[in-house]
């Protein structure tokens, strides 16, 4: 069974437009939520987590994410993207079982100039 | 540099050699997961490790793979008579106390590729 689930493969985007990564999981038990990104040739670096609390989420680079317990969803947005914001992003989910971090397929995020 | 240290970054091997992949923890954490990452998929996870012990290998391949993380040294996955299936991106996490709630820090990878 899929734990995390990301939508869109590909989403191409321009400079300065908003975005949404949209992520899903499948779970009826308190999780922590994690996104990642990752650039080309080198690992992936946490953006934002949603461990308790808030469900609104700020991270790095002008990114946050929302945390929606009856959807199962934490999409993660940012009003205004950069070129440097191109690159690989991973939603995480852990507490399912054990210790394990189970990761989405990625979103590749391409931003147009 | 006090991240997660992997090496080599890229490493060649023809078939039925073996390959070693290196990877030292963030300072202060005692904690190390392996997770293995092919085009276009996710990462898939290998292995959890503590120091002297493997908490959770339920996503080892049976045969040829093995996974250390002695008291003294980096963790080591070692894949044994590799073959053209395991070329892949390998990368190494490390967290500060293995919960749930704590956040993977990940090296750069290691690149494997079978000739």
């Known amino acids: 069974a899929q734990s995390v689930t990301q939508l869109d493969s590909q989403v191409p985007v321009f400079e300065e437009a908003p975005v949404e990564l949209r992520c899903n999981y499948s779970s009826s038990v308190s999780v922590y939520l994690f996104w990642y990104v990752q650039y080309p040739n080198q690992g992936l670096q946490l953006l934002l987590k949603?461990?308790?609390?808030?469900?609104l989420v700020k991270g790095i680079n002008g990114f946050e994410a929302e945390f929606n317990k009856s959807q199962t969803s934490f999409h993660l947005r940012k009003p205004s993207v950069h070129i440097s914001d191109t690159a690989e992003y991973f939603c995480?989910?852990?507490?399912?079982?054990?210790?394990?971090?189970?990761f989405g397929t990625g979103t590749s995020l391409t931003v147009i100039p | 540099n006090a991240g997660v240290m992997q090496n080599p970054r890229h490493l060649v091997r023809r078939r039925g050699q073996e390959a070693r992949l290196r990877c030292s923890p963030m300072?202060?954490?005692?904690?190390v997961y392996w997770y293995r990452q092919l085009p276009e998929e996710g990462l898939k996870f290998m292995v959890y490790?503590?120091?002297?012990?493997?908490?959770?290998e339920s996503g080892m391949p049976k045969e040829r793979f093995s996974a250390e993380f002695p008291k003294e040294g980096p963790s080591i996955l070692r894949i044994q008579q590799v073959v053209r299936g395991d070329s892949a991106a390998y990368f190494c996490?490390?967290?500060?106390?293995?919960?749930?709630?704590?956040?993977?820090?990940f090296g750069n990878g290691t690149r494997l590729t079978v000739t």
């Open positions: 949603y461990l308790s609390g808030s469900t």
């Open positions: 995480a989910v852990s507490g399912l079982t054990g210790n394990q971090f189970y």
């Open positions: 300072k202060g954490h005692s904690h």
């Open positions: 490790l503590q120091k002297e012990n493997i908490i959770d």
């Open positions: 996490a490390s967290s500060l106390t293995g919960g749930e709630d704590s956040p993977l820090h």
